[in-house]
């Protein structure tokens, strides 16, 4: 059974474990070493977990199995560079389970978990995603999610075609 909390600090080197191998396992093989090397030593650090756990602009969850990180999800504000964003957007920042945590319920949990902290009355929700990862499309999209725009992602030196997602919350 996959169990999905709240992060605490106590969580950050975990985070940093389970981000890199999460990203590594997903998409390990599009990038050279070297680039692949500098993208996890500045994307996946305990201290950059730690500074959005103690941020109220920031969600930071935490999927475990048996004791042990297997996944984990990232909301906040948004900074996905699309001129409609503005200061009250939200975003979903980052969603990964290791593979052999894959097809149990466990993402969809973890997404909605974000979902229900990011939704405020008329807030423009937004998810970048990279231009290849198809199934990540079509799940977002049954979210209603759109496409609204591109942009560059830097792994090192690699620059990855990343699709902007959006969608309005018309809560009343």
């Known amino acids: 059974m996959i169990t999905i909390r709240l992060a605490t600090v106590d969580d950050a080197a975990a985070l940093e474990s389970v981000g890199r191998e999460t990203f590594t396992e997903t998409f390990g093989h599009l990038y050279p070493p ?17 500074a959005w756990i103690a941020s ?18 990232v909301a906040g504000t948004c900074d996905l560079p699309h001129p409609d964003v503005t200061p009250t957007c939200g975003e979903l920042k980052r969603i990964y389970l290791l593979n052999r945590a894959q097809n149990g319920g466990a993402g969809t949990r973890l997404m909605t978990a974000c979902f229900d902290w990011l939704v405020k009355p008329g807030r423009r929700l937004w998810i970048g995603v990279w231009s290849e990862n198809h199934g990540a499309q079509r799940l977002y999209g049954r979210h209603g999610f759109t496409k609204v725009g591109e942009y560059e992602f830097p792994v090192g030196e690699v620059r990855d075609r990343e699709f902007v997602l959006s969608r309005q919350y018309n809560l009343k």
Do not use: C, M, P, T
């Open 56 to 73: 109220d602009a920031y969600g930071v969850w935490i999927a475990e199995q048996d004791g042990q990180a297997v996944g984990y999800a």
């Open 34 to 50: 070297k680039d692949l090397k500098a993208f996890l030593d500045s994307a996946h650090l305990a201290e950059n977990y730690r």
